[in-house]
């Protein structure tokens, strides 16, 4: 068990083929600006801030391998691009986001769930083993911090400036959230669910972290609370020792160390919900809804948008010449499935089809790759395009809005050929 020392120790702690010559035309300009040197040190994108380049560090937390630091309290801390080659990212390597800095010790003993409410028929309390006992439910899903790719906004806006790495898939395991809702009953006029975890402000009068879910959405068959990732009970930084697992939705919905599930008759406005967490209403093609938080101007951010990511190679890789180049990565969506990923090394004039893995399901990740011959010197720039199955494709420009979420632009990746 992760104890108070462990805790307040770690926060401050260091520690197909078409040529390529032929497809992909070689530049003749050096390295990017920041390209790894001697591989110390995280690989950080050149378009972060230059504020966050410099005091970015690999850092280890108990239990976890050294991840990017941008935060130590609250403690949020990136994964590394090279834990995310596969379609399930290890538990040890996922990312690690909290919005308040009064992180419990949780003993799975002791733990107890308060599921009621105003407008739910009744109230109970459960325990771990209780939870247990309700039928166990799977599925593989990505979880996505809302603001994953911030620090590549231009220009900047306000946040935890996040590279590519605030994200992970893995196999969740636990309690499907209908049946732990049927416990108590629905009322008539249940309207939304409320979540709150043991987590909390260590200032008074700052507000506690709490998220509401739609009951349309909070009784999907998916929906879960999660005791076990991986095959492995949760780790501490990931929600133990239950957490909420809302597939296709972004992270901010999935409360970590869960204690309370509140079903209300109005819409829920804590802080997290009103103001926090909003888009502009219509700039993004948005499937699922949250109706009852929505308004004129803005509405709460809700589905992942399709995307992708290199990941075979750290811009600014060198290769040599001749040899073969398997360009790969990962790409997802909000649960409607990736279809199809495309490759380009000449600004999108021709694009290749990539091979894609094996399909763990619409929200996980889905590996693609595709394989090149190196015959060019000279610098190639690369970049994937994933469509998933109802026809949303990634963008080529920015849609900016002020918090800095649902960055999906094609991300370029320059391979030196030596």
Same mark, same amino acid.
């Given at each position: 068990?992760?104890?108070?020392?462990?805790?307040?120790?770690?926060?401050?702690?260091?520690?197909?083929?078409?040529?390529?010559?032929?497809?992909?035309?070689?530049?003749?300009?050096?390295?990017?600006?920041?390209?790894?040197?001697?591989?110390?040190?995280?690989?950080?994108?050149?378009?972060?801030?230059?504020?966050?380049?410099?005091?970015?560090?690999?850092?280890?937390?108990?239990?976890?391998?050294?991840?990017?630091?941008?935060?130590?309290?609250?403690?949020?801390?990136?994964?590394?691009?090279?834990?995310?080659?596969?379609?399930?990212?290890?538990?040890?390597?996922?990312? #690690?986001?909290?919005?308040?800095?009064?992180?419990?010790?949780?003993?799975?003993?002791?733990?107890?769930?308060?599921?009621?409410?105003?407008?739910?028929?009744?109230?109970?309390?459960?325990?771990?083993?209780?939870?247990?006992?309700?039928?166990?439910?799977?599925?593989?899903?990505?979880?996505?911090?809302?603001?994953?790719?911030?620090?590549?906004?231009?220009?900047?806006?306000?946040?935890?400036?996040?590279?590519?790495?605030?994200?992970?898939?893995?196999?969740?395991?636990?309690?499907?959230?209908?049946?732990?809702?049927?416990?108590?009953?629905?009322?008539?006029?249940?309207?939304?669910?409320?979540?709150?975890?043991?987590?909390?402000?260590?200032?008074?009068?700052?507000?506690?972290?709490?998220?509401?879910?739609?009951?349309?959405?909070?009784?999907?068959?998916? #929906?879960?609370?999660?005791?076990?990732?991986?095959?492995?009970?949760?780790?501490?930084?990931?929600?133990?020792?239950?957490?909420?697992?809302?597939?296709?939705?972004?992270?901010?919905?999935?409360?970590?160390?869960?204690?309370?599930?509140?079903?209300?008759?109005?819409?829920?406005?804590?802080?997290?919900?009103?103001?926090?967490?909003?888009?502009?209403?219509?700039?993004?093609?948005?499937?699922?809804?949250?109706?009852?938080?929505?308004?004129?101007?803005?509405?709460?951010?809700?589905?992942?948008?399709?995307?992708?990511?290199?990941?075979?190679?750290?811009?600014?890789?060198?290769?040599?010449?001749?040899?073969?180049?398997?360009?790969?990565?990962?790409?997802?969506?909000?649960?409607?499935?990736?279809?199809?990923?495309?490759?380009?090394?000449?600004?999108?004039?021709?694009?290749?089809?990539?091979?894609?893995?094996?399909?763990?399901?619409?929200?996980?990740?889905?590996?693609?790759?595709?394989?090149?011959?190196?015959?060019?010197?000279?610098?190639?720039?690369?970049?994937?395009?994933?469509?998933?199955?109802?026809?949303?494709?990634?963008?080529?420009?920015?849609?900016?809005?002020?918090?800095?979420?649902?960055?999906? #632009?094609?991300?370029?990746?320059?391979?030196?050929?030596?």
């Amino acid at each position: 068990m992760i104890t108070r020392r462990d805790l307040i120790e770690s926060v401050g702690a260091g520690a197909g083929a078409a040529l390529l010559g032929a497809a992909f035309p070689a530049r003749a300009e050096g390295p990017a600006e920041g390209r790894a040197e001697g591989g110390a040190g995280p690989e950080l994108s050149p378009l972060l801030p230059a504020g966050t380049r410099a005091e970015a560090r690999l850092e280890s937390l108990p239990g976890k391998k050294p991840l990017i630091k941008l935060t130590t309290r609250p403690p949020n801390y990136e994964t590394p691009i090279e834990y995310l080659k596969t379609a399930i990212t290890r538990n040890d390597a996922f990312f #690690v986001r909290y919005h308040l800095a009064d992180i419990p010790e949780v003993d799975a003993r002791t733990w107890k769930l308060r599921v009621g409410g105003a407008a739910a028929k009744a109230s109970r309390e459960l325990d771990l083993e209780e939870l247990r006992k309700l039928p166990a439910a799977e599925v593989v899903a990505v979880c996505q911090c809302a603001g994953n790719r911030r620090g590549l906004f231009r220009p900047h806006v306000a946040g935890i400036e996040w590279g590519n790495g605030a994200m992970g898939c893995a196999r969740w395991k636990g309690a499907r959230l209908e049946d732990v809702l049927n416990l108590v009953g629905l009322g008539p006029d249940a309207l939304e669910i409320v979540f709150d975890g043991a987590d909390g402000p260590v200032v008074a009068g700052a507000p506690d972290f709490a998220k509401s879910l739609p009951v349309a959405k909070a009784l999907e068959k998916t #929906v879960l609370l999660a005791y076990e990732m991986n095959g492995e009970p949760l780790p501490h930084w990931n929600g133990f020792p239950v957490r909420l697992v809302v597939p296709g939705w972004s992270a901010t919905y999935w409360v970590k160390h869960l204690t309370s599930i509140e079903v209300v008759a109005k819409p829920y406005d804590g802080f997290w919900m009103k103001p926090g967490y909003r888009i502009p209403s219509g700039r993004f093609p948005i499937v699922t809804r949250f109706p009852s938080q929505d308004t004129a101007v803005n509405v709460p951010i809700t589905e992942i948008l399709i995307n992708s990511l290199i990941t075979s190679h750290a811009d600014g890789a060198e290769v040599k010449a001749g040899a073969k180049l398997v360009i790969g990565g990962i790409a997802w969506d909000g649960g409607h499935g990736v279809r199809s990923v495309e490759i380009t090394a000449d600004d999108g004039k021709t694009w290749v089809a990539a091979e894609l893995g094996e399909d763990l399901g619409p929200f996980a990740f889905r590996t693609f790759r595709h394989a090149f011959e190196a015959a060019a010197r000279g610098s190639h720039t690369f970049r994937a395009r994933a469509t998933n199955r109802i026809g949303q494709t990634q963008v080529a420009e920015l849609i900016h809005n002020p918090p800095g979420y649902h960055h999906n #632009v094609m991300q370029p990746v320059t391979i030196f050929v030596t």
